[in-house]
């Protein structure tokens, strides 16, 4: 099925990417729920890759930040990997560019930090006409009180949010298929 049936708001494996928000070596240290952050980003990387979503990543000035980190990395070898100066993406034209010519609709973020660079991010790429799916327990910030300010925010420009779960088995849709099945071996290792 395309999704031509489906409600709007779910995600879906068409037209569709996930975007990793500058997961940097340097502010591991500080991060708010590391581990369990970095285990649910990595879920979720390799869902997507079963259904053959195309993956992006951002770095903050990463010759003063770090690469992203090595765990992350390392089970991303076929990604679009750019670096940026503005906390937002879509401060990158070439980043939208891209995903306006590949025709992505919807985009899966997560990533750091919740209410700087993925907070101005989900909201510049809800202003240029894209489905925002904000998967909540992928994202984290320095401060606690930081993350649910920007889940607030970004559902009230429009986002949809999400959690990990939610992202893979709607964009599973089938629970006979081979990539399913695959699927439930990522949550069962």
Same mark, same amino acid.
């Given at each position: 099925?395309?999704?031509?049936?489906?409600?709007?708001?779910?995600?879906s494996?068409?037209?569709?990417?996930v975007?990793?928000?500058?997961?940097?070596?340097?502010?591991?240290?500080?991060?708010?729920?590391?581990e369990?952050?970095?285990?649910?980003?990595?879920?979720? =990387?390799?869902?997507?890759? *079963?259904? %053959?979503?195309?993956?992006?990543?951002?770095?903050?000035?990463? &010759? /003063?930040?770090?690469?992203?980190?090595?765990?992350?990395?390392?089970?991303?070898p076929?990604?679009?990997?750019?670096?940026?100066?503005?906390?937002?993406?879509?401060?990158?034209?070439?980043?939208?560019?891209?995903?306006k010519?590949?025709?992505?609709?919807?985009?899966?973020?997560?990533?750091?930090?919740?209410?700087?660079?993925?907070?101005?991010?989900?909201l510049?790429?809800?202003?240029?006409?894209?489905?925002?799916? =904000?998967?909540?327990?992928? *994202?984290t %910030?320095?401060?606690?009180?930081?993350?649910?300010?920007?889940? &607030? /925010?970004?559902?009230?420009?429009?986002?949809?949010?999400?959690?990990?779960?939610?992202?893979?088995?709607?964009?599973?849709?089938?629970?006979?298929?081979?990539?399913?099945?695959?699927l439930?071996q990522?949550?069962?290792?």
């Amino acid at each position: 099925m395309s999704g031509s049936n489906r409600h709007p708001n779910l995600f879906s494996r068409y037209n569709s990417a996930v975007l990793l928000v500058d997961y940097q070596e340097r502010f591991v240290p500080v991060l708010q729920d590391n581990e369990q952050t970095v285990k649910n980003i990595k879920l979720l =990387l390799a869902g997507s890759k *079963i259904y %053959s979503i195309p993956i992006y990543v951002s770095e903050q000035v990463p &010759e /003063k930040l770090g690469p992203t980190i090595k765990e992350l990395k390392e089970m991303l070898p076929n990604i679009y990997l750019f670096s940026k100066k503005a906390m937002s993406c879509c401060g990158e034209p070439k980043f939208v560019n891209e995903l306006k010519s590949k025709n992505i609709k919807q985009i899966a973020v997560c990533g750091i930090e919740a209410h700087v660079c993925v907070l101005q991010t989900s909201l510049d790429l809800i202003q240029n006409g894209f489905q925002i799916h =904000l998967v909540t327990d992928a *994202i984290t %910030s320095r401060l606690a009180h930081n993350k649910p300010i920007g889940i &607030e /925010k970004i559902k009230n420009a429009g986002g949809i949010i999400s959690s990990l779960e939610t992202v893979l088995f709607e964009m599973a849709y089938e629970a006979c298929s081979e990539e399913f099945k695959k699927l439930q071996q990522l949550f069962k290792s």
